[in-house]
């Protein structure tokens, strides 16, 4: 329960809210022990009119108890009769259940509204927790159990403030007044009823902690659901075209079905609470009920004080129900709250350091030994890189999939760190560097802020165009943001939209083509203005007509920019300056095209393999390494050797 009061806390700040609630549930259960103590004189007068006592006589009673604060002549212009006294009694007792109804509704209110508030921020910050998280510990955990936690954990979460601050607060507070009206009345009696509270609290307590465990258990079952209906929601084309409904569905039964176990246990302990805490209470019920009728009997009990403390301990005993399933909420609160504090313990990527600035880049970039390894991967992606890029230099990066190019240039803008070693700083992975300083001493926004990456799974925010490109920048105008639309060519296919850079994207760019996706992500690069640019085989699933355009539009953005290029696509590989071939984590060679087809094998089997495969026609015929359609004269120099 420790996280779980941690969190807890935050409901602190709201203390004006909070003193008031507090203040309103003592008004309402003080007002039920009041009107408990108030049915002893109406009993009276019920069960023994003839010792029944009126109104004048009730008063000046009361007045000697409370310091005679009740003039007299007040006490003595009430009416005598007995009728009368019940009367006004009665009335009295009503006025006091509105009054009640009027603070417990005033305290439900400001406890929904507190706790509506604190979870809230909860969430936010949790939220804004993971956004600043490594990606690495995101890929780890999975994307998907990290939103469970934001949304569903912290409403699980909340379910707990909502049991100590209305339910604890008001029924702890109705059974304390209760208890309290009926030790007025006869405290011997009250006493004897204390082995109810004692062995249903230790039953309680047993339950609770099988609770919290299964409750942990479902929690992770159901992140895992929550994973798995978006992973195949959003992949849905290719569930269909695979015909995988049938496995996807099987996946799905078999992790629905340990939720539903885990939930199962979770009810199960809540179903057998209710139950046993009613068998008790009614031994103790019939217990006492054999003792008062002993002492009434003897004429040591008075029959009008034994129903008020059987009627306030009923009460009490009522108010003592819910906090069965109270707690269990709180271990369900607390297992949830675990899983949320492991979020917020987990470090960001800056830890409140204040690192300088870098200036804009204008020299090199150096892998100095670079090694990274994937969590839980045996071998590494990236090992023992070196490679030294000139600023304005083009660079692609070829080989087989796996071979770490995009890994390799993930480290530059710190998406990755390589691996710590047992250097200065963890140089044992090696160092990436930047104009001769190591990216790691310097502060990541403004790292990133010069650097523009358009990647091959062109990502797409629902919103309008214009929100798209400016994504990151949002102080950008308007005249700026057309700018970059139009040096990405995309103000043609934007003009034909309605509204044009006011038009609003669905969800993943739906009423955009992959091309003009592709476009708008570039125009989003150009914005940004950035020094270094990394594209990420950002023309391997389009069109011709698309990658012409395209091409067209990175030639003249890159123009004094350092261009970081993986290409599966010949005709962006023979226009670097260099290009890097890489396989297994690491270079193999570097040169140009002609050269590397002469003297390198791995770059030879790739420009058979991949270049010359992904240069493909209009209709799909193969090109030569020119781009010449397959059979058609050719100047460049041939593939095979």
Known sequence: ?????????????????????????????????????????????????????????????LNGKIGGVIPTSW??????????????IVIALALVAVLGAICNFLHAYLSMTIIGRTVAKIRDDVFVHVTHMPLRAITT????????????????????????????LSQVLKGAFAVMAAAIADWRLTLAALPLALVSGAFIRWTGKRVRRAARGGLEAF???????????????????????????????????????????VRSMRSLASPVVEVLALFVLGSLTLVAVKLIMDGHLDRANFIIVLSSLAIAGASLKPLTSLQHDLQTSSAAAVRIMEVLRQPREEQGETKPAIARHRLSIRFEKVTFTYPGAETPSVADVELAIKQGETVAFVGANGSGKTTL?????????????????????????????????????????????????????????????????????DA?????????????????????????????????????????????????????????????????????????ALAEFARGRTCLIVAHRLSTVVHADRIVVMDKGRIVDIGKHADLLERCDAYRAIAQNQLFRHTQGPRGEGRGPSGNVAGSPSPSIPVER
């Open 1 to 61: 329960m420790k996280d779980f009061w941690h969190l807890a806390r935050l409901l602190l700040r709201e203390r004006r809210l909070l003193i008031l609630s507090i203040v309103f549930a003592f008004i309402g259960a003080g007002g039920l022990g009041a009107g408990l103590l108030g049915l002893a004189p109406v009993v009276d007068n019920i069960l023994d009119p003839q010792k029944g006592r009126n109104l004048p006589v009730l008063v000046a009673e």
């Open 75 to 88: 006490i003595d212009a009430l009416p005598t009769g007995k009728f009368d006294a019940v009367f006004w």
């Open 141 to 168: 955990g999975g994307p998907s159990d990290f939103v469970s936690r934001v949304v569903y954990d912290t409403a699980q979460v909340g379910s707990g403030f909502s049991g100590i601050l209305s339910k604890a």
């Open 223 to 265: 992140g895992e659901l929550y994973h798995t209906s978006a992973e195949v929601v959003q992949h849905m084309r290719v569930v269909k075209t695979s015909t995988s409904e049938a496995t996807e569905g099987s996946r799905f039964h078999a992790i629905n079905m340990e939720a539903l176990r885990q939930d199962m246990r």
């Open 409 to 477: 240039l993930s480290l530059i803008p710190r998406l990755f760190d390589p691996d710590a070693g047992a250097g200065a700083g963890g140089a044992g992975g090696g160092r990436v560097m930047i104009d001769d300083v190591d990216i790691r001493s310097v502060s990541l926004k403004s790292l990133r802020e010069q650097i523009g990456v358009v990647t091959q799974e062109t990502v797409m925010f629902k919103g309008t165009i214009r929100q798209n490109i400016a994504y990151g920048l949002p102080g950008a105008g």
């Open 480 to 552: 700026q943001v057309a700018d970059a639309a139009r040096r990405a060519r995309a103000t043609d296919f934007i003009n034909t939209k309605p509204g044009g850079l006011a038009f609003q994207l669905g969800e993943q760019g739906s009423g955009l083509s992959g091309g003009q996706r592709q476009r708008i992500a570039i125009a989003r690069a150009i914005l940004r203005d950035p020094a270094i640019l990394i594209l990420d085989e950002a023309t391997s699933m389009i069109d011709a007509d698309s990658e012409a355009k395209i091409s067209e």
